[in-house]
């Protein structure tokens, strides 16, 4: 594939801040907190101008994928407790997903039930700030739904290499595209500023043992991914369980007993989120 036609889809691809999908609030969110004379009550009230907004991020906020014990009944209190930058990932992933054509059915559902695995991974691992990670995991296949939206002519080539030729998603998406949503990721966490840890995250899920400023986030989202793979839960575009790198395991300190532990609290969750959607 020339050069050429590589950067001429990637230009495609960032050409999303022409969708209608990325609310206008959160561009002026990212100025007020730019701002270092700003208040946390100034940025919850401009969130909380856009109430579809607010309702889909506080369904989210209160959904098992978080795990916070207690009811959050308000955008101020979400944003106490998440901090701006995991509020405004979720942003970001409830608005882009929101654009999900009939083609992606599944997709939702498994980055959801990836954000829950991450969250539960890292709580059990006990590392700090385990929202971080469930924001990861949900944002972590991105890449394709932006890949379909803003080149839609590829997305059934894509299919077809991945039926014809036995390949993963993945692979399907570099031979078609040039590149693939991992690297598509990359892209859409500079361009919408996405915290450094969650950017390492998204762009390394495949190979995490590469990633050299976050290993532990990258490695989480790939085990998460792994997992809500194994549960059979939603689809990602991958028909059966793809390759988990022992790498992760151990940069992680997961032992086999632990991994058992993980299997059976994923076994009970999976219930609990079946119904969390945003229609």
Not at 248 to 263: D, G, N, S, T
């Amino acid at each position: 594939m020339s050069e050429d036609l590589r950067t001429e889809r990637r230009s495609r691809i960032l050409a999303v801040r022409d969708l209608p999908t990325l609310p206008k609030v959160l561009d002026e969110v990212s100025k007020l907190v730019e701002r270092p004379d700003s208040t946390t009550e100034q940025v919850a009230k401009l969130i909380s101008m856009d109430q579809v907004l607010s309702a889909k991020v506080l369904k989210m906020v209160n959904s098992p994928v978080y795990g916070f014990p207690g009811r959050i009944s308000s955008i101020g209190h979400a944003l106490v407790l998440l901090g701006f930058n995991v509020l405004r990932s979720i942003i970001v992933s409830t608005s882009v997903f929101e654009v999900m054509t009939e083609n992606m059915v599944g997709l939702w559902e498994h980055s959801l039930g990836c954000a829950m695995a991450c969250g539960t991974i890292a709580r059990m691992l006990e590392f700090k700030d385990a929202e971080e990670y469930s924001v990861a995991g949900l944002l972590h296949d991105l890449g394709k739904v932006v890949a379909t939206v803003q080149l839609p002519d590829l997305k059934a080539e894509i299919e077809q290499v991945v039926a014809e030729r036995d390949l993963y998603y993945l692979q399907a998406e570099r031979e078609v595209l040039g590149f693939g949503h991992d690297r598509i990721n990359a892209w859409l966490a500079d361009h919408w500023k996405l915290p450094a840890n969650i950017k390492e995250g998204l762009s390394y899920h495949h190979k995490p043992h590469l990633a050299q400023l976050y290993p532990e986030m990258a490695c989480v989202v790939h085990l998460g991914d792994f997992m809500v793979r194994v549960f059979e839960y939603g689809f990602s575009g991958d028909v059966g369980v793809t390759y988990l790198q022992p790498e992760a395991l151990k940069i992680l300190k997961i032992k086999p007993a632990q991994f058992e532990k993980l299997l059976d609290q994923m076994c009970e969750q999976f219930v609990e989120i079946a119904d969390l959607s945003f229609t």
